[in-house]
């Protein structure tokens, strides 16, 4: 069975990538092209920003999915192990809206306090 999750997890991953990659080729610019896109916080740059993040933070959540994929055929899936796996999948899609929005868009923020606290609730911090 292990195999079959590897290979899920395989899936998963390279799912992710070429979400993101054909996002960006065929839709994100051909998008991003256009004139009337509505200006959110007073300019058409933010939008575009926002729209890229959300866009490619689904990438981050699947390959957190890989992760717990992984463990799951290596059998040593545990509560704590799922909670660092869920901590470091919300932390990184994190980073993703301080990068892409210079942190204008404040859900870094609720992702940063999900991944704290899954990481708090896993025994990692204390």
């Not at 058409?44 to 490619?56: D, G, I, S, V, Y």
Request: charged letters at 15%.
């Amino acid at each position: 069975m292990a195999i079959f999750l590897y290979f899920a997890a395989f899936l998963t991953v390279a799912l992710g990538i070429a979400h993101s990659y054909l996002g960006e080729k065929y839709i994100l610019i051909r998008l991003f092209r256009r004139e009337n896109l509505p200006k959110i916080f007073g300019s058409q740059e933010f939008t575009k920003r926002t729209l890229r993040f959300a866009w490619h933070i689904t990438t981050v959540a699947w390959i957190g999915f890989a992760a717990l994929l992984v463990h799951a055929g290596r059998g040593d899936l545990t509560v704590a192990g799922t909670l660092r796996i869920i901590g470091a999948t919300a932390i990184v899609s994190g980073v993703l809206p301080i990068l892409f929005t210079r942190g204008r868009h404040l859900s870094w923020v609720v992702l940063f306090a999900i991944g704290g606290i899954a990481f708090w609730c896993s025994g990692v911090v204390s």
